[in-house]
């Protein structure tokens, strides 16, 4: 979907970013800022030490009600049940024909109450298409003006948080969070994120957004903490192949093909795109979303043809250079036959073919 | 974006691409701008032709990648290339830390020097960038 026309959406930091001289950009429909210093800087900061997002652009979803669970449980494909209050879930809001209509978060609250937190350019879809499936007593209410988000991420995070915080966060285990006060306003506390590093999500009334991303640049400044941009976030995530809706995924493109089979769970009932689901796990996807290098220089970018073994079969969907691998690396779909590390093929990079292969992935792990 | 003294040196000559041009009697250096470095952001990939090309003022003959960005190059004069920095295959981000110096793209014997005068002086190029960004 073309972002809307109009002024941008900001969040509550933008007068901040512009006083900090980041540079801003059109992402989806808001003025967000691509870049502080360096890309390049800012993802090896987060590798290295630490560094701060403003995410509130994603939308937040909250669903409540004695229907809620079965709700959640009918619009995605992971199982939810296995949820308990405090913990966290990565899924897909699923189509029909097992799609995706967005990739999201989902958090468990209470026994009836979920937060879900969708991709900001698809929170108007999603929400309208989880409203219409409801059913019961459950309420569906697009809350996404109500928070704001911060993503600490990198080594040094629960360091440069546990001073602003109450009680203790090392116990706090990935996927599950907390609500508490966080620099003196009651927060949701995460541990999740988008870079593939350990960290922080952090959801606060958008009124103590900018309070708190100050108090975390502060507190983080020693640690070597660094405020990022969306430059650096996109780099980041692909080097720990998390996908990118619009990018990797999107209404075209089954979650198995997408190589996540382990959150299709329909063992937990019938759900959108069950049964689609299971048949094609039956037969096996026709084509799998695979990570691989240029051999040949150049950089692969999104919507690069490709061809294997000398035919066409489709586009780069996401590329870049890594910058902690120092490595040209992407993602794109490959037929099942030819989706198995070590085959070769050719991206078109404007005009001219440049060999590449298949690779396992994750193409960056983090040391443990 | 503040342009201090010196960002745009007085000897070189600009395009409207944010290439810069050093003549040498028939030889003339050819890198881009420290605007066109710092709008690109941290470059990760040069890709030029080799010695012995030719290239036609006025034209793209290659390209300058950053992490986010792909951008053409311009050729400020017609010739043909002499020499290709060596050093920007392993180290491309030198662009980034001295357009102007380190990071020269290639080394051009001048065609048609008279296509020199077309080009930008220092403070006629700084002035475009002025209009560019507002």
Redesign the interface.
Known sequence: MPPAAGPLKTTPLVRLFRDMGARLVDFAGWELPVQFSSVIEEHLAVRGAAGLFDVSHMGEIEIRGRAALELVQKVTCNDASRLGPGQAQYTVLTTESGTYVDDILVYRRGENEFLLVVNASNTDKDFAWIASWARGDVEVVNASARWAQLALQGPKAVTILQGLLGGPLDSLRPFRFLETEVNGTRSIVSRTGYTGEDGFEIYLPPQAAADLYQALLRAGGPHGLRPCGLGARDTLRLEARMLLYGNDVDETTTVLEAGLDGIVRPAKGPFIGSDSLKREKERGPARRLMGFEMIDPGVPRHGYPIRVGGEASGAVTSGTVGPSLKKSIGLAYFPARAALPGTRFAVNIRGRDALAIIVPTPFYRRPH | MSQGDGIYPDDLKYTKEHEWLAVHGSIGTVGITHYAQSEL??I??V?VPAAGAPVVGGEEFG?V????A?SEIFAPVSGEILEVNPAL?AHP?TI?RDPYGDGWLLKIRLAEPKEIDALMSAAEYRKYIEEEAN
């Open positions: 952001g941290d990760v990939y890709e390209t990648e950053s992490v986010k792909v295959a981000e980034n």
